[in-house]
């Protein structure tokens, strides 16, 4: 259900960001100024692909802006018009020939859907066909089949924005602007269904109970496999217990259902290998705009790591970085002045979409002013700042230890003593929560939730440095370095970097109106991941623990740009549970979605902080 809500809530956002400027309450705007008429475009393998073309009256030859999808094109049928048209309502204003098409085997589109189809990079007949062939044909008959000006340009975020990484590879000549937005990478290593072999559970549950059920006749629906119904996620997947039941009927019984092959492979193999687009991302030619957000809660994973893709293998790039205090698409909404209990000090998103979206597409596709913005722009949470480098990470940014040690310090003295350890019970039975919330839908402020609620469980361990005596800066890649014991054969790991607020601390309004925000005593998580223990040394080869062996687990934590400001403390926490976000690990060593009720059990999990075994946080401080 949570991925399902998210996405309609991003088909909504291009309607909701252009309400600021023209009426959102009906289509007279669109119908006035453009025709739409729809097309199936024969692919080179002869599928045709159901693609909706929205093109100015007035006759002048446009460039193309366009987005493939798997959530429709719609609305559908010749007199049926969108409300709004492209990314923002400038670039609608501005005009181009807006594009909109269902991707193969997904609603009016013919043939068969795969879940992030695997690249072919040497492709030997017709019969090979991808994401990026289906772009370069649909660009071929467009430039025959419109009054355009000869250049193209693509965007779109999550699924959409996926599909705009995978026209990079090969791309057609016309191609010169694409903007991956929250765009997914890797499902397996960082990107929605899991993360470091971690299964997140309660989306993947949510969302493929609808999205790949039965399709209507007419292609303009799906029917979900079944409708969950709970208003406690915790207690419902707490009582709905081992995986293997969600297998069978009533739920995904259809054993070629997405969630089915989801389950099936929970390991990194070649299903996964494949349709990791990363290493695909060579010999970029158009301008590439990728875009993310900090607390996007689906693919910060996704937009960090395919810029940096992009980055590494293709030599002589211009592709640009764009990092915000967004959730999942927030860049897209009318405004965006704070977020859980943050406070921005004024509308990020005006600044986006005005000098940065509407900037590129028109500098790219129209020759229309300039577009001079830095390599990489992110906004520095704590800080409330924009902030511009000429590489990610910057230079400055150093990476420096802090290390776990006795009596919950965090600290820059490596510890020497012989022994020093802490220990908690992992109990499967009783799960630590991902949020303090009580709800049926994912709590999507748990990016940013205050964990005091976490630290006063026993199974949570708390590190905390001194009250900062000036401010501290990170920018760039957290990575986690534990040395590990347990009495289990398996575990997972949750860490989370949290900025601790001093007492007395307020936030004023934000508006008038609005009351202060008392936030003493506040655990502000800044970020956070996980890691299937059995995968410490490979995700496709998972290890066994041996019992009360000492073992190193390194998490690499997504990147940051925050600051925490004097008197504040780094809090880092430290639990192997979180849950319903993450599926409960029976710490036993086994295929989790095989395990019985009977396999899951406690474990004393032991974190080591001594001279030998010096567990610590890497964190990259700005010099």
């Not at 810029?307 to 211009?318: L, V």
């Not at 003593?417 to 748990?446: L, Q, W």
């Amino acid at each position: 259900m949570i991925r399902k809500l998210l996405f309609g809530f991003i088909l909504l956002l291009p309607f909701l960001t252009q309400a600021q400027q023209a009426p959102a309450t009906d289509t007279s705007w669109v119908r006035n100024n453009f025709i739409k008429t729809e097309h199936a475009i024969p692919m080179r393998d002869g599928v045709k692909l159901y693609t909706v073309i929205y093109t100015p009256k007035d006759g002048e030859a446009y460039p193309v802006l366009m987005q493939r999808t798997p959530y429709s094109a719609a609305p559908y049928g010749a007199n049926s018009y969108r409300r709004r048209l492209g990314p923002n309502t400038s670039l609608m204003q501005d005009k181009y020939i807006f594009v909109y098409q269902d991707a193969r085997g997904r609603y009016k589109s013919e043939g068969n859907f795969r879940e992030m189809t695997p690249a072919i990079p040497n492709k030997k007949n017709n019969k090979d066909v991808d994401e990026s062939s289906d772009t370069f044909d649909t660009i071929e008959w467009l430039l025959k089949n419109t009054k355009n000006n000869g250049k193209v340009g693509q965007y779109g975020i999550s699924f959409p924005g996926y599909y705009s990484s995978a026209a990079l590879p090969d791309a057609h000549p016309a191609l010169k602007a694409v903007s991956p937005q929250a765009p997914m990478s890797d499902e397996f290593i960082g990107d929605d269904c899991y993360h470091n072999g971690a299964f997140f559970l309660m989306d993947n549950f949510g969302f493929y109970s609808g999205f790949d059920g039965p399709k209507s006749t007419n292609g303009e629906d799906y029917e979900s496999f079944f409708r969950a119904s709970y208003t406690d996620a915790y207690q419902y997947f707490l009582d709905f217990g081992p995986l293997k039941k969600a297998n069978a009927s009533p739920f995904f019984s259809d054993p070629n259902s997405v969630w089915r092959q989801v389950v099936a492979h929970p390991v990194y193999d070649e299903f996964w290998q494949s349709r990791n687009i990363k290493p695909h991302l060579k010999n970029v030619k158009p301008a590439v705009l990728v875009v993310g957000g900090w607390f996007d809660a689906e693919d910060l994973y996704g937009a960090l790591k395919t810029y940096s893709a992009i980055e590494k293998q293709s030599p002589g790039n211009n592709a640009r970085l764009v990092m915000g205090p967004w959730t999942h698409g927030g860049w897209a909404a009318p405004s965006w002045k704070s977020f859980a209990q943050y406070q921005f000090g004024g509308d990020v998103n005006k600044y986006y979409q005005d000098e940065i979206e509407t900037k590129f597409f028109n500098f790219y596709l129209k020759d229309k002013g300039s577009f001079d913005q830095a390599e990489v722009t992110v906004f520095e949470t704590g800080s409330n700042q924009w902030k511009n480098y000429d590489i990610w990470p910057p230079k400055n940014s150093t990476p420096t230890p802090f290390y776990l040690a006795d009596k919950g310090t965090l600290t820059a003295q490596k510890p020497n003593v012989a022994k020093s350890a802490s220990d908690y019970e992992s109990d499967p039975a009783k799960p630590v929560p991902y949020t303090s919330v009580i709800s049926g839908r994912r709590n999507n402020e748990y990016m940013a939730e205050d964990q005091r609620f976490a630290a006063q469980r026993p199974d949570v361990l708390v590190f905390q440095t001194d009250s900062l005596a000036s401010d501290l800066t990170l920018t760039g890649e957290i990575i986690a370095n534990l040395f590990v014991s347990m009495t289990g054969t398996d575990a997972d790991f949750i860490v989370k970097v949290i900025d601790v607020w001093p007492a007395g601390s307020v936030v004023p309004a934000a508006q008038e109106g609005q009351r202060p925000t008392q936030m003493g005593g506040y655990q502000q998580m800044v970020r956070s991941e996980v890691i299937r223990g059995k995968f410490r040394n490979s995700f496709s080869k998972p290890e066994a623990f041996t019992k009360d062996k000492v073992e190193k687990v390194t998490l690499k934590l997504n990147e940051v740009a925050h600051t925490f400001k004097k008197g504040h403390r780094v809090m880092l926490q430290v639990q192997s549970s979180w849950f319903p976000l993450v599926d409960r690990n029976p710490q036993k060593f086994m295929n989790i979605f095989e395990a019985n009720e009977s396999d899951f059990q406690k474990s004393k999990i032991t974190v080591h902080h001594d001279g030998k075994n010096s567990s610590n946080i890497v964190l990259p401080v700005m010099k």
